[in-house]
């Protein structure tokens, strides 16, 4: 089983808003990743959890704020964000540690803001 | 730094021909590992094949198979019996294995089915 779970799967919200994405994954995978996706363009790495310790953030501004509660979890906490920050915004998770081995991704948020 | 290109930002297949994506890699490593991902229009990024660099032997996943050219860092993607859900965007990907490393990936070729 690969599965890696995003939820909600559309989101909308205004520049004052605080909202978060939610990844999980059950497959007991020691590395979880933040990606953020534009259309028809390759996922740009924003951040990375390794053994549940922050190990790459990819100079991301701050109204992104990352969270890892367990093993299997990982939050986006995303606030004042601005329009350009509309994406599709992709989970994945890989076995070993950080940069080690195969990422299998969830199926990602989109959002838009207005 | 290492570097995946994939030229061709589209392709068109028959359905029930084969068609092969190309794609090189830049790198001074000898470790590590290359992947082809496969997005369609509904956005689920699914890995479609793996090769380790160690490995000769070509990877094959049904009727995904790769051409692994290590020495011409060269990793092109065939698939065979095109099929009309293999329409999306496909990823080429590399990893090196050592700490800290990032998946880069290339930019990216759309493929079409035609019926």
């Known amino acids: 089983d690969t599965e890696v779970t995003q939820t909600p799967k559309h989101l909308v919200m205004g520049m004052t808003n605080k909202k978060s994405l939610k990844c999980e994954q059950h497959?007991?995978?020691?590395?979880m990743y933040w990606y953020k996706q534009k259309a028809k363009k390759p996922p740009e790495l924003m951040f990375v959890?390794?053994?549940?310790?922050?190990?790459i953030n990819e100079s991301v501004p701050s109204r992104f704020s990352p969270e890892c509660p367990n093993s299997s979890l990982l939050n986006l906490h995303l606030h004042a964000l601005q329009p350009e920050d509309s994406a599709l915004y992709l989970c994945?998770?890989?076995?070993?540690?950080?940069?080690?081995?195969?990422?299998?991704f969830g199926p990602g948020t989109r959002l838009t803001v207005l | 730094a290492q570097t995946v290109t994939q030229s061709q930002p589209e392709m068109s297949v028959q359905e029930a021909e084969t068609v092969t994506l190309s794609c090189t890699y830049d790198?001074?490593?000898?470790?590590?590992?290359l992947f082809w991902y496969k997005q369609p229009p509904s956005r689920q990024m699914i890995l479609v094949i793996r090769?380790?660099?160690?490995?000769?032997q070509n990877a094959t996943e049904n009727r995904f198979s790769v051409n692994f050219q290590k020495a011409a860092k060269s990793f092109s993607l065939k698939i065979s019996d095109s099929q009309l859900g293999d329409a999306a965007m496909y990823f080429c990907?590399?990893?090196?294995?050592?700490?800290?490393?990032?998946?880069?990936f290339g930019k990216g070729i759309t493929l079409s089915v035609r019926p």
């Open positions: 790198t001074s490593e000898s470790d590590y590992y």
């Open positions: 090769q380790e660099a160690y490995k000769q």
């Open positions: 497959m007991g995978h020691r590395a």
């Open positions: 959890y390794s053994y549940e310790k922050l190990s």
């Open positions: 994945a998770s890989s076995q070993e540690g950080q940069g080690r081995g195969t990422q299998y």
């Open positions: 990907a590399y990893l090196y294995t050592g700490a800290n490393s990032k998946l880069t």
